[in-house]
């Protein structure tokens, strides 16, 4: 399937500011490099490919018009491999691989899936990642009902990790398939540690976060100091809703998460989370579903907040989007909204859906669930929309 | 033993990317007493990936997919398939 159309897109830039925005850094104007986005919707793939200086992008796609892309990531490894996680409203969840950086496209041999008698079906594989840098080929999956996946062989053929989905406490930590999020129980979020492949965290939807430090043998819960607000205990052991997790990867002892209640970060050794959510403006909350990691900086972070009052309308706080951003590991926020709407929006951001770059300002991107793509390069300070009219973006990654 | 006549396959659209573009498959040579499951795993067979879009790791029908043999609706892949049987895979109207 490959791509069908590619098109010079002229960047809305509403409110964008002429020349350097009061407060860019002047190293702002000279990027790295060229950034690829690739953009997961609910009707197929797109990519943005930006020029040297990320101010002008050229979107192309669809690749597999139609099908619904909960997930696609590019292989950090090799730079060239591309891995799709894709279903359609009526056939069944499978992965697609590309080794040439899209230009052709194989289906896994063997994608994931229970075991037969398991009582257990793949709805949909919601997450992707890549293995550890010296365990090439590996990639693990997150999937639909709860479930994790290991691939050895580049994504062609997966294997349930047996020590997570034939865990005895699985049941008791996820509850039943029926007891997932609105659109399906998910296991997300994925991490491996960059000095130990064995090493790993997972998060799930509901259910909390999990380490394991024998390659997915065990799992144990890693949750004490998130509040549960929805459960009869405030603070109990596992059956939290982390958003999304993130680790560091030059401080992989780091970590970060967005919850149903409020945003977290610990320092392991430790086990208790710190709430850094609670510096959050009481009139935006701390709700949301993406936090995304500066690339050099540890204590520097993005969130995109919504709505969590109610009803949960997810959406952006009275319809003005946002995002905020700490430099001091969660300790103060700063709301940054310029070249955003100013008011009546009212999509928001998935969690999988907010990515940044590597550039030495790093430039944020995030694409909305009206099928906007919107971007920074000049970390956060400054928006402009990059990409319009595309379906429902459920993810976003930089590469 | 005398061969039994081939199962007629219908395609639809949504998998012809799998039959490249073929929308009817002829299956000669299945068991005499060829249930409905012998069809998708020679259909597999010729078209990798194909039975696992419509028929998931417990071997349930996909919800939003139909077969029909010779015009019955049926989601019991042990059923078994006529002689000379219309297969027709359809992926039934739904969303709005």
Redesign the interface.
């Known amino acids: ?1 490959a791509t069908r159309s590619s098109a010079n897109v002229k960047t809305g830039n509403r409110a964008s500011p002429p020349g350097r925005p009061k407060g860019e850094p002047r190293s702002a104007r000279h990027p790295d490099k060229a950034v690829s986005l690739l953009v997961a919707t609910r009707k197929g793939l797109w990519t943005l490919q930006s020029d040297s200086t990320r101010r002008s992008w050229k979107l192309a796609g669809p690749h597999f018009l139609g099908h619904i892309v909960h997930h696609a990531v590019r292989d950090p490894r090799d730079g060239r491999t591309l891995l799709v996680a894709a279903r ?5 969840p ?1 992965i697609f691989r590309s080794s040439n950086q899209g230009r052709s496209w194989q ?3 063997r ?1 994931p ?10 709805d949909h594989t919601f997450w992707l990642t890549p293995g550890h840098a010296a365990e090439p080929g590996v990639w693990y999956a997150g999937t639909s009902p709860q479930g994790l996946f290991r691939s050895a062989d580049g994504g062609a053929t997966w294997d349930g990790v047996a020590g997570f989905n034939g865990h005895p406490q699985r049941m008791a930590w996820c509850g039943g398939d029926q007891d997932g999020t609105p659109d399906g129980a998910k296991l997300h979020s994925v991490l491996v540690d960059p000095r130990d492949p064995r090493h790993l965290y997972l998060a799930m939807s509901s259910g909390g976060v999990f380490e394991s430090t024998d390659g997915g043998a065990d799992w144990r819960p890693l949750n004490r100091g998130v509040r549960a607000l929805f459960l009869p205990d405030p603070d109990p052991e596992f059956g939290h809703d982390p958003h999304c997790l993130r680790l560091h990867p030059q401080a992989p002892d780091r970590l970060y998460q967005q919850n149903h209640c409020g945003i977290y970060r610990l320092d392991r050794p430790a086990e208790r989370w710190v709430d850094i959510g609670a510096a959050m403006p009481k009139s935006v909350g701390a709700i949301g579903f993406p936090l995304v990691l500066h690339p050099t900086d540890p204590d520097t972070l993005w969130v995109f907040p919504m709505d969590g009052t109610d009803v949960w309308p997810r959406v952006p706080p009275r319809g003005r989007p946002a995002v905020y951003r700490s430099v001091n590991g969660g300790r103060s926020w700063q709301r940054h909204a310029t070249g955003l709407p100013a008011s009546q929006a009212w999509w928001t951001v998935k969690r999988q859906a907010m990515t940044a770059d590597r550039a030495k300002v790093a430039g944020v991107y995030f694409g909305t669930t009206s099928g906007e793509v919107w971007g920074s390069r000049d970390e956060g300070r400054t928006w402009k929309c990059l990409a319009r009219h595309l379906p429902h973006i459920y993810a976003l990654e930089a590469g | 033993m005398k061969p039994a006549p081939a199962v007629v396959v219908r395609i639809p659209g949504l998998l012809r990317s799998y039959t490249g573009g073929v929308d009817t498959v002829r299956l000669a040579g299945l068991p005499s007493r060829a249930t409905l499951d012998d069809a998708l795993q020679e259909l597999d067979r010729r078209y990798p990936g194909l039975r696992f879009r419509i028929v998931d790791e417990q071997a349930a029908v996909r919800p939003h997919i139909k077969l029909f043999v010779d015009g019955t609706l049926t989601r019991d892949l042990g059923a078994a398939l006529p002689p000379a049987a219309e297969l027709m895979l359809v992926g039934a109207l739904s969303g709005g």
Request: charged share 15%; net charge negative; aromatic share 4%.
């Open positions: 399937m359609t409203g009526h056939l069944g499978t289906e896994a041999a994608p899936a229970f075991e037969p008698g398991s009582g257990r079906s793949v």
